[in-house]
Nanobody, 115 residues
């Protein structure tokens, strides 16, 4: 049983920054990939970034150079630092963990980028 809880969403002006965090609990001591997805109104859920146990990362082209994903394995947390935010970044952001090809999801946190 794995539980994920996101935090840090909110309203920010274009060009601003936000830091999202996700706390994980349960049996997560095996190799796993942590990820952030987002879903904007009228669009499908899309991968934003992911990070492996070994620290390898990958980012969607739309956020490269602006977002940074990181994790603390001991604490079971994963973060997403979002800089230079744009209105098109507005979406519900979901925390994800994949263990042995099984996905677990948080309930999401809303990020709104608007002036």
């Amino acid at each position: 049983q794995v539980q994920l809880v996101e935090s840090g969403g909110g309203l920010v002006q274009p060009g601003g920054s936000l830091r999202l965090s996700c706390a994980a609990s349960g049996t997560i001591f095996r190799p796993n990939t942590r990820a952030w997805y987002r879903q904007a109104p009228g669009k499908e859920r899309q991968l934003v970034a992911h990070i492996t146990t070994g620290g390898m990362t990958n980012y969607a082209d739309s956020v490269k150079g602006r977002f940074t994903i990181s994790r603390d394995i001991a604490k079971g947390t994963v973060n997403l630092q979002m800089n230079s935010l744009k209105p098109e970044d507005t979406a519900v952001y979901y925390c994800n963990i994949r263990i042995d090809n099984m996905d677990y999801w948080g309930k999401g946190t809303l990020v709104t980028v608007s002036s």
